[in-house]
């Protein structure tokens, strides 16, 4: 009597090759996440750091000097304006007069200083436009200049945007060469 036996596999051996490894799609990911973050980091940052600090600059360019101390600003309705003094000087006593002949209503209470280049201004007062047209301003013989506040919205924009622009473009150049380098290491292994 003779048996007949099929060989078995030995040790889970079943005779068909491996079966062929999946890639990682996270190499991919990143690199993408990574420039599509670098790239709209630095867009944005940009675009929020020239609109803030063109606001703040815009501000400083409507500012008027009255060397004499005293002169006219042409203003639009609902207009808030600041009185500027050089750094330095004694705060004068000045008189702001409505087109209207009325006085001037008060304005904000906020406290500015604007570089313009050789001379700093610092606000010393502050009023509001009720009515488009010329504000008589006399203060008496000191130079003063008038103009709008700095825009503090502006200046937070502005460094906001470079802020958002260095430090998003930082991550997003970051997780970009980390998916660069994951997906060479994969090819090497492959």
């Known amino acids: 009597m003779s048996q007949q036996f099929s060989p078995q596999p030995a040790h889970g051996y079943t005779g068909a090759p ?7 799609k996270a190499p991919k990911i ?13 867009i944005l940052g940009v675009v929020l750091a020239v609109a803030g600090f063109g606001n703040v600059a815009s501000g400083a360019g409507k500012l008027q000097v009255l060397e004499s101390g005293s002169g006219t600003y ?4 609902d207009e808030s304006l600041q009185l ?3 750094e330095g000087t004694p705060a004068p006593s000045c008189t702001v007069t409505a087109p209207s002949g009325e006085a ?6 906020q406290s500015s ?13 502050s009023f509001t436009a009720t009515e488009a047209g010329d504000y008589t301003i006399d203060c008496g013989g000191t130079p ?11 200046i937070f924009a502005g460094i906001g945007g470079v802020l958002m622009g260095v430090f ?6 970051l997780l970009l060469i980390v998916g660069v380098i994951l997906h060479f290491v994969s090819k090497k292994k492959a």
């Open 18 to 24: 491996p079966a062929p490894r999946k890639k990682s």
């Open 74 to 77: 042409s203003a639009e309705a």
């Open 113 to 125: 200083e604007l570089g313009t280049g050789e001379r700093t201004w610092v606000s010393f007062d």
């Open 168 to 173: 998003g473009g930082m991550l997003g150049f």
């Open 144 to 154: 003063v200049a008038v103009g709008p506040p700095v825009s503090i919205g502006g």
């Open 84 to 86: 500027y003094v050089d």
């Open 104 to 109: 001037a209503a008060p304005g904000t209470a």
């Open 30 to 42: 990143l690199m993408i996440l990574g420039g599509a973050i670098l790239a709209l980091s630095v």
